[in-house]
C-alpha cells in the first residue's frame, strides 16, 4: 500500500500564490506517476495536473497550463505543486494521487492511491 498526504491548502486572494505538497510513503515501488485532481463543490473531480516518477514528463491540464507547475522533490518521495496568479475558479478541494499509469496520465480511474484532500479557496 502506498499512503499519501497532501498539505498546503488555505485561502488566498485572487492573483495570489500557494504551493501544496503531497508526501508518498509505503511500497512506493508500486508507482510510477504522482497526480494532482481537483473537485468543486457541485462537480465532478477534475484533473490538474501529473508527473511520471522520472519527473521528466508532465501533463498539465488546459485551464492551470502557464500556473500551474508541478515538480519533485526526491527527498521524502514528495511531489509539489506551485500555483500561481489563483483564480476564483480554483476553488477546490485539491487530492493527490499515484499509481501505475501506462499510458493514460489524465485518467483518473488509472490512478490507485488518493490523500484525503486540501481544500484551496481563492476569494477576495
Known amino acids: 500500500q502506498v499512503q499519501l498526504v497532501e498539505s498546503g491548502g488555505g485561502l488566498v486572494q485572487p492573483g495570489g500564490s500557494l504551493r501544496l505538497s503531497c508526501a508518498a510513503s509505503g511500497s512506493i515501488f508500486s508507482i510510477n506517476a504522482m497526480g494532482w485532481f481537483r473537485q468543486a463543490p457541485g462537480k465532478e473531480r477534475e484533473f490538474v495536473v501529473a508527473?511520471?516518477?522520472?519527473?521528466?514528463?508532465?501533463w498539465y491540464a488546459d485551464s492551470v497550463k502557464g500556473r500551474f507547475f508541478i515538480s519533485r522533490v526526491n527527498a521524502n518521495n514528495t511531489v509539489t505543486l506551485q500555483m500561481n496568479s489563483l483564480k476564483p475558479e480554483d476553488t477546490a478541494v485539491y487530492y493527490c494521487?499515484?499509481?501505475?499509469?501506462?499510458?493514460?496520465?489524465?485518467?483518473?480511474?488509472?490512478?490507485?492511491?488518493w490523500g484525503q484532500g486540501t481544500q484551496v479557496t481563492v476569494s477576495s
Open positions: 494521487a499515484a499509481g501505475i499509469v501506462y499510458r493514460d496520465y489524465v485518467g483518473e480511474s488509472q490512478y490507485d492511491y
Open positions: 508527473i511520471s516518477w522520472s519527473g521528466r514528463s508532465t
